[in-house]
C-alpha cells in the first residue's frame, strides 16, 4: 500500500505541473496579444482562449500594472481581488487559492518590464484555472490505482497459497504414507519425493526398518524364550507323578507349572501385541465372533452356553485375525467361565468410535472388584481354573490401539465388558 500512496503523490505532482505548463500557455498567449499604445499596455476583449471569455469556464485572468488591476477577462466573477504575490521580473509564482466559497483555483503570475519613455513599467499576468478537472483525473488514477493494487495483491495473496500448496504437497503425501504404514497398508515410505525431503524420507525409512527389525528380534527372542522353558515344563509335568509326595503337594506344584506355562504364554503374546499389530483392512468382527463362539461352544458343552450376537455387518477390528481372535476370545471365555447359560456380544459405532460389549449372565462383579478385576494375574473366583492373564493381555492389546476397556452390569445381571475404541485408525 505504501507504494500506491508514493504512485497516488507522484501522479499528482505531475498533475501540479501539467496545470502550471498550461498556464504558462495562456499567459503566454496573453503577452503575445498585447499591444502597448498611448503609455498604456491594451488586450483584446476577446481572447483566442474561449474559455476566458465565457463565464463560469473556470479560467480568467487579471492584469497587474504595479499593484493596480489594470485589465480582466469576460470570465472573470470574483467580487475581491484575491491577493497576489508580486515577483521579481521574468519569475514564475504557482499557488493554490481558494475562494471564501471553498472552490480550489491554480494561481500563475509572471510580471515583465515594459520600458517606455526610458521607463521600466512592470506588468503582472494573473491567470487562474478551477483545479476541479486536474482532481477529477486525479481521482480516477486513484481509482485505476488502487483497484490494480487490490487485484495484485489479491492474485499475490492467491500466488503464495498456491506455490505454498504445491511446497507442502509432498510433506501431505509423507504424513498420509507416514499414516498408511502405522495402520500396515505399508511397509515403507515410496521413494518419489523431491530432492530437498529426500534425506528426511530416508531417515524415516531407515528408522521404520530399524524399529521392525527391534520388534522381530524381541519377537524372536520371547518366542526361543518361551520354547525354551516349554521343554523343561513339559518333562515336569511329565514326572510329577514318579515324584513321592501327598494330593495337596502335588496339586500346588502343578499349579505352579502350569502358572510358569502360562506367564510365558503371556510374556510371549504381551510382546507381539507390544505394538499394536494392525492391518490395512482389519478382522471382520462377525467373522471372528463366529469362530470363538464354535470353539467355546464344544470347550463348554457340558454348560451348554446359549451363543448370541448383534453385531453390525462389515463392521472391522483395528488388529488382525490373531490379535482379534485374542481379545474376543478371551472375553467370550470369561463370559462362558463365569456365566450361567448365555453370553451375548454387541458392535457397533457411535460417537465416532467402535463399541464392543460382552455380557454374560452370572453373578456379575461388584462396582468395588471392577477394577482390581484388570489388573494382570487378578481373579475373581479362585475356584476357576486360570492365572488371569487373559484380561491383561486383552488390556494390552486395547490400550496400545488407544481404546478402553471397562466393566459394567449386563440386563441379565452378569458382567459386561465393554471395549471403546476410537476410529482414527
Not at 54 to 83: M, T
Not at 185 to 208: D, G
Not at 214 to 226: I, M, N, P, T, W
Not at 245 to 261: A, N, T
Amino acid at each position: 500500500m505504501s507504494a500506491g500512496w508514493i504512485l497516488r503523490q507522484s501522479f499528482e505532482a505531475s498533475i501540479q505541473d501539467r496545470a502550471q505548463e498550461q498556464l504558462k500557455l495562456q499567459i503566454y498567449g496573453m503577452l503575445a496579444a498585447a499591444e502597448f499604445k498611448d503609455g498604456q499596455l491594451q488586450l483584446p476583449q476577446l481572447l483566442s482562449e474561449p474559455r476566458f471569455n465565457r463565464l463560469q469556464s473556470g479560467l480568467f485572468a487579471l492584469v497587474f500594472k504595479g499593484e493596480d488591476p489594470v485589465w480582466y477577462s469576460q470570465s472573470y466573477l470574483l467580487n475581491n481581488v484575491p491577493p497576489i504575490e508580486f515577483g521579481q521580473p521574468g519569475r514564475w509564482n504557482m499557488v493554490q487559492y481558494e475562494t471564501p466559497d471553498k472552490a480550489q483555483f491554480y494561481q500563475l503570475s509572471f510580471t515583465v518590464l515594459w520600458e517606455h519613455q526610458g521607463k521600466d513599467l512592470p506588468f503582472t499576468f494573473v491567470v487562474w484555472e478551477s483545479d476541479q478537472p486536474y482532481v477529477a483525473q486525479i481521482q480516477s488514477f486513484e481509482a485505476t490505482l488502487w483497484a490494480w493494487l487490490g487485484g495484485l495483491e489479491i492474485v499475490s495473496i492467491a500466488l503464495v497459497f498456491f506455490l505454498l500448496n504445491i511446497g507442502f504437497r509432498p510433506f501431505r503425501k509423507l504424513a498420509r504414507e507416514l499414516s498408511e504404514v502405522e495402520n500396515g497398508a505399508r511397509q515403507q515410505l515410496v521413494k518419489i519425493y523431491p530432492v530437498e525431503v529426500m534425506p528426511v524420507v530416508r531417515n524415516l525409512n531407515r528408522l521404520i526398518e530399524h524399529e521392525r527389525q527391534v520388534r522381530e528380534r524381541y519377537k524372536h527372542s520371547l518366542g526361543d524364550l518361551a520354547h525354551s522353558l516349554k521343554t523343561p515344563l513339559a518333562v515336569l509335568k511329565g514326572v510329577r507323578q514318579s515324584i513321592n509326595q501327598d494330593e495337596e503337594s502335588d496339586k500346588v506344584f502343578l499349579q505352579q507349572i502350569e502358572r510358569m506355562d502360562e506367564i510365558v504364554n503371556y510374556q510371549l503374546r504381551r510382546a507381539i501385541s507390544a505394538v499394536p499389530n494392525r492391518s490395512a483392512q482389519g478382522a471382520v468382527l462377525l467373522s471372528v465372533y463366529h469362530k470363538m463362539a464354535t470353539v467355546l461352544g464344544k470347550v463348554y458343552a457340558e454348560k451348554a452356553i446359549e451363543f448370541e450376537q448383534d453385531i453390525r455387518p462389515g463392521l472391522r477390528l483395528p488388529w488382525d485375525e490373531a490379535d482379534s481372535l485374542e481379545v474376543l476370545g478371551n472375553l467370550m471365555d470369561n463370559a462362558c467361565k463365569f456365566g450361567a447359560s448365555r453370553v451375548k456380544v454387541r458392535g457397533w459405532i457411535a460417537n465416532g468410535a467402535l463399541w464392543i460389549t460382552v455380557d454374560d449372565d452370572g453373578p456379575g462383579i461388584a462396582k468395588a472388584d471392577r477394577n482390581l478385576v484388570l489388573r494382570r494375574g487378578t481373579r475373581k473366583d479362585e475356584q476357576v481354573a486360570g492365572q488371569g492373564i487373559g484380561l491383561a493381555i486383552v488390556t494390552d492389546i486395547v490400550e496400545n490401539s488407544e481404546g478402553d476397556l471397562s466393566i459394567e452390569a449386563s440386563e441379565a445381571g452378569g458382567a459386561r465388558f465393554l471395549i471403546r475404541l476410537d476410529l482414527g485408525w
